[in-house]
């Protein structure tokens, strides 16, 4: 059995450059205990979720139609809410653009967003071209959606909430 | 006279009845049973704080300490922990619909009057699964928005946002998978408008569809896609994702607190360190 060497080896890892040596730590009183002060946060957190969950279960029951018929045709078929904006692209674009290409762009836009991003700081008024395009964006995103799902009717034809609610969740 | 009431008081407080009768709690935390469970001295010192958090498997996915000012409410709005606290409804109320389910045509829509009628609870639970679905798709929405304007994508957090995107899509295909399982024709109509867009996917065109619905239309084979995805791989992705979502917010120093003072963005990189090993 070989004997164990006397002294320990070491061999370099990296060097520091000389800024980041010099940098302050960070101040330890500046953190505290997760256990209990978040902990506690959290739970009522959950607490009031849970509350809203059930609140919203007592008052409202979920929407149940008749049972499923391929061969009949609703006045409006619409999607979930959340697709009801592509819903209203498709009535301006083919589906190819509005159904896949718009969507897909959308989530490569959002993906690759960090990656795009070159500005350095992360302040608003450090970034301000790739906040104005998330906004507008995301403006006509919520704008397409709000009237898929609420103003519109029979055949897509436009009929504002307060005459008709076409909109089930 | 006084000294000796209280002699007596303390003698009484000391004595195994009255403990056992005024504080169970106490008794039981010195077993064995109790001690081989829980390990950690009371977290009535720092020292108990912090061992809480390392000896309990649950806490483990929190740091021992966390910044000042990510406790605050309006560090994050708390927004991805509702997110997860919806999840976790919707998980354990999915369980419950799913005792009385059979995802087969008519079947499924009966099992909805069942639940409204015949099951305990049966409509109030699903309720509950169904406004915490949708909650969750605003929650989340609202959640990406909060990260963009904060500017919390940049680095070192580029790849959680990555699988925060990642998490949105499971969101939505969760919820549409599951828009489907009442059958009635809110259900079928909704799926049906969505999913015909799958038959203009490029290359693939109508087999997009084919795969997705197992057939030209919405039928009983999507029926029961659409049940394995919502009830088994869409959660198991989304469950594996979130850990590696949430692991990354704590390897990432958690919200934005650490930037306060330069009003920059973290170092890209972690600086290199002189470190020795021993071989």
New interface residues.
């Given amino acids: 059995m070989p004997e164990p060497p006397k002294e320990p080896r070491y061999r370099l890892l990296g060097v520091v450059p000389r800024e980041i040596e010099v940098r302050p730590k960070q101040e330890p009183e500046d953190t505290v205990f997760t256990w209990p002060h978040f902990l506690v946060r959290h739970a009522v957190i959950a607490a009031l979720t849970v509350a809203v969950v059930f609140a919203l279960a007592i008052a409202f029951d979920a929407p149940l139609k008749d049972m499923a018929n391929p061969n009949l045709t609703p006045p409006v078929a619409k999607a979930p809410w959340y697709f009801a904006g592509l819903q209203e692209l498709l009535h301006y674009f083919n589906p190819m653009v509005a159904g896949v290409l718009a969507p897909a762009a959308a989530l490569v836009f959002l993906a690759a967003l960090p990656f795009l991003d070159r500005a350095k700081g992360w302040r608003i008024r450090d970034r301000r071209m790739v906040v104005i395009v998330f906004t507008v964006l995301a403006l006509a995103a919520v704008i397409l959606t709000v009237r898929g799902g609420l103003f519109r009717g029979p055949e897509w034809s436009w009929v504002p909430p307060w005459e008709h609610m076409y909109l089930e969740l | 006279m006084a000294d000796e009431t209280n002699g007596g008081r303390r003698a009484l407080r000391g004595s195994e009845l009255y403990q056992a009768i005024f504080h169970p709690g106490e008794r039981f935390k010195r077993t064995e049973l109790y001690r081989s469970a829980v390990r950690h001295p009371p ?1 009535d010192t ?1 020292r108990g ?2 061992m ?2 390392f000896h309990n498997f649950f ?1 483990h996915i ?10 605050g ?1 309006r560090a994050t709005f ?1 927004l991805g ?2 997110a997860t ?2 999840f976790a ?1 919707l998980f354990i109320s999915g369980m419950y619909l799913m005792f009385f389910y059979h995802p087969a ?2 079947q499924a ?1 009966f099992d ?2 069942n639940l ?1 009628t015949t099951v305990a609870f049966g ?2 639970v ?7 679905a ?2 969750m ?1 605003v929650v989340v ?1 609202v959640h ?2 909060r990260v ?8 070192p ?2 790849f959680n ?2 699988v925060g ?1 990642g998490l ?2 499971l969101t ?1 295909l969760l ?2 998978t599951g ?1 489907l399982l ?9 799926v ?3 999913t ?2 799958a ?4 290359l693939l065109g109508d087999r997009a569809q084919q795969i997705l619905l197992g057939g030209p ?3 009983g084979d999507a029926l029961l896609r659409f049940y394995v995805l919502h009830i088994y791989a869409l959660p198991a992705a989304l469950t594996l994702m979130l850990c590696v979502h949430i692991w990354r917010v704590r390897k990432d120093g958690f919200a ?4 306060e003072e330069t ?3 973290p170092a890209e990189e972690t ?9």
């Fill in positions: 977290p720092p704080r912090a809480t958090s806490l929190y740091p021992v300490a966390v910044p000042r000012k990510v406790v409410w708390r922990f509702i606290v919806l409804i045509i008519p829509y909805m009057h409204a409509q109030f699903r309720n509950i699964h169904r406004w915490s949708h909650l798709v929405f990406l928005f963009f304007y904060a500017g919390a994508y940049k680095a957090r580029q946002w990555l995107v949105l899509i939505l919820s549409f828009y009442p059958w009635d024709q809110l259900a079928f109509w909704a049906t408008v969505g015909s867009i038959g203009y996917v490029p239309d919405v039928g934005i607190g650490d930037r009003g920059e963005a600086p290199a360190e002189e470190v020795t090993v021993g071989a």
